[in-house]
């Protein structure tokens, strides 16, 4: 049986901390133009019972996503033993290209694959770089799609990495500002022949809902009065993304297990997108709760949103890089265990895979 299987990992976590406390001196506005009528500690506190977030790294000046994917790449070579010149493909997931730091100006031309292929310095012609812009779940996307091209024949072995520099992308003066942050990682996926209980990839789920839901996550102007409306940053409906995830990611996830035949109670570790402590909380939650299943069991999900925020598509890869070397508390892997990653992000998208470590 051949399946598609990580076979190394890496990842670039920023050297700068912005905590909490260096937002405290921020005057906040709303959408409306108008200040939030609280003082920046209240709001600072208030955000970070909802979302867990104590602090966030941010990258140097001197680099882009490229440059930090490169480092999340070479790492995950080195974990791997993988000599770059064997890779079919690079896929790099993403949502605003380099940005220059003090600049607002997006990059993407030629793409951030072919920006990091040259920097890892592979030379072989045959190796596809290309991009992949799916919001957050775009690392998990790249799963699903080297997965498909190996199973048509078009590659066995790829290069999936997730990079984002959201720090040059915020509006300073919304509060969801403090959510985002910078960061990479990476991983090699080979399709290899496996038995039917050894590892890889055992299936995958993937939605897109674009009717009202395409304007949740977008580009928009400053909320401080009197911006210029032609510079946008990144802007989020938070009840809207709450609740949207609520009810289509626990499904979607169930919906991943069953098409890999696996029964919930087999599963060991959810790697979810490091969006928001309370909403994952809540949706690993209602997910068991899919299955009948009240409370979920102890230590099921590994978190690094208290200390590395919300850096996209950098997220999951991140996380499972931390377990894999055993960085994070009480966290894991061993031979067998059956995994899942999800992520839900602008489009509105959403995603799964099934792997068994």
Same mark, same amino acid.
């Given at each position: 049986? *051949?399946?598609?299987?990580?076979?190394?990992?890496?990842?670039?976590?920023?050297?700068?901390?912005?905590?909490?406390?260096?937002? %405290?001196?921020?005057?906040?506005?709303?959408?409306?133009?108008?200040?939030?009528?609280?003082?920046?500690?209240?709001?600072?506190? +208030?955000?970070?019972?909802?979302?867990? #977030?104590?602090?966030?790294?941010?990258?140097?000046?001197?680099?882009?996503?490229?440059?930090?994917?490169?480092?999340?790449?070479?790492?995950?070579?080195?974990?791997?033993?993988?000599?770059?010149?064997?890779?079919?493909?690079?896929?790099?997931?993403?949502?605003?290209?380099?940005?220059?730091?003090?600049?607002?100006?997006?990059?993407?031309?030629?793409?951030?694959?072919?920006?990091?292929?040259? *920097?890892?310095?592979?030379?072989?012609?045959?190796?596809?770089?290309?991009?992949?812009?799916?919001?957050?779940?775009?690392? $998990?996307?790249?799963?699903?799609?080297?997965?498909?091209?190996? +199973?048509?024949?078009?590659?066995?072995?790829? &290069?999936?990495?997730? %990079?984002?520099?959201? /720090?040059?992308?915020?509006? #300073?003066?919304?509060?969801?500002?403090?959510?985002?942050?910078?960061?990479?990682?990476?991983?090699?996926?080979?399709?290899?022949?496996?038995?039917? %209980?050894?590892?890889?990839?055992?299936?995958?789920?993937?939605? %897109?809902?674009?009717?009202?839901? =395409?304007?949740?996550?977008?580009?928009?102007?400053?909320?401080?009065?009197?911006?210029?409306?032609?510079?946008?940053?990144? +802007?989020?409906?938070?009840?809207?993304?709450?609740?949207?995830?609520?009810?289509? $990611?626990?499904?979607?996830?169930?919906?991943?297990?069953?098409? /890999?035949?696996?029964?919930? +109670?087999? &599963?060991?570790?959810?790697?979810?997108?490091?969006?928001?402590?309370?909403?994952?909380?809540?949706?690993?939650?209602?997910?068991?709760?899919?299955?009948?299943? /009240?409370?979920?069991?102890?230590?099921?999900?590994?978190?690094? #949103?208290?200390?590395?925020?919300?850096?996209?598509?950098?997220?999951?890869?991140? *996380?499972?890089?931390? =377990?894999?070397?055993?960085?994070?508390?009480?966290?894991?892997?061993?031979?067998?265990?059956?995994? *899942?990653?999800?992520?839900?992000?602008?489009?509105?998208?959403?995603?799964?895979?099934?792997?068994?470590?």
């Amino acid at each position: 049986m *051949l399946r598609s299987v990580i076979t190394g990992s890496g990842c670039y976590i920023p050297p700068s901390v912005q905590s909490n406390f260096d937002f %405290t001196n921020h005057v906040f506005y709303s959408e409306t133009h108008e200040p939030l009528g609280v003082s920046p500690e209240v709001v600072v506190e +208030k955000f970070k019972q909802i979302t867990g #977030i104590e602090e966030r790294r941010y990258t140097t000046d001197d680099l882009t996503a490229s440059d930090i994917g490169s480092i999340a790449a070479k790492n995950a070579f080195i974990n791997s033993g993988t000599d770059p010149e064997e890779i079919d493909q690079i896929i790099v997931a993403h949502n605003f290209g380099n940005v220059l730091k003090h600049t607002i100006q997006m990059d993407a031309v030629p793409s951030l694959a072919s920006h990091i292929k040259h *920097l890892l310095g592979i030379r072989n012609p045959n190796c596809i770089a290309y991009d992949i812009l799916f919001g957050c779940p775009g690392w $998990v996307q790249g799963l699903i799609q080297a997965d498909a091209f190996f +199973k048509a024949g078009l590659a066995k072995k790829a &290069l999936v990495i997730g %990079t984002e520099t959201l /720090s040059r992308v915020i509006d #300073i003066y919304d509060r969801d500002s403090m959510i985002f942050s910078d960061g990479a990682g990476a991983v090699v996926l080979e399709y290899k022949e496996v038995g039917d %209980t050894g590892p890889g990839m055992l299936g995958a789920s993937a939605q %897109t809902h674009s009717l009202e839901e =395409v304007d949740y996550i977008n580009m928009g102007m400053s909320y401080y009065p009197g911006s210029d409306p032609r510079i946008r940053y990144i +802007k989020m409906k938070g009840r809207k993304v709450y609740e949207y995830a609520m009810k289509y $990611v626990p499904a979607a996830m169930k919906d991943c297990l069953d098409k /890999s035949a696996v029964d919930i +109670k087999d &599963l060991k570790k959810v790697f979810i997108h490091q969006a928001n402590e309370k909403m994952d909380e809540g949706i690993i939650k209602r997910m068991y709760q899919l299955y009948g299943i /009240s409370k979920p069991p102890e230590h099921i999900m590994p978190m690094s #949103i208290h200390w590395l925020g919300n850096s996209s598509v950098a997220t999951i890869p991140t *996380l499972y890089d931390l =377990v894999c070397n055993q960085k994070v508390d009480d966290h894991q892997l061993s031979p067998g265990d059956v995994i *899942l990653f999800a992520s839900v992000g602008a489009g509105m998208n959403i995603n799964a895979v099934c792997y068994r470590y």
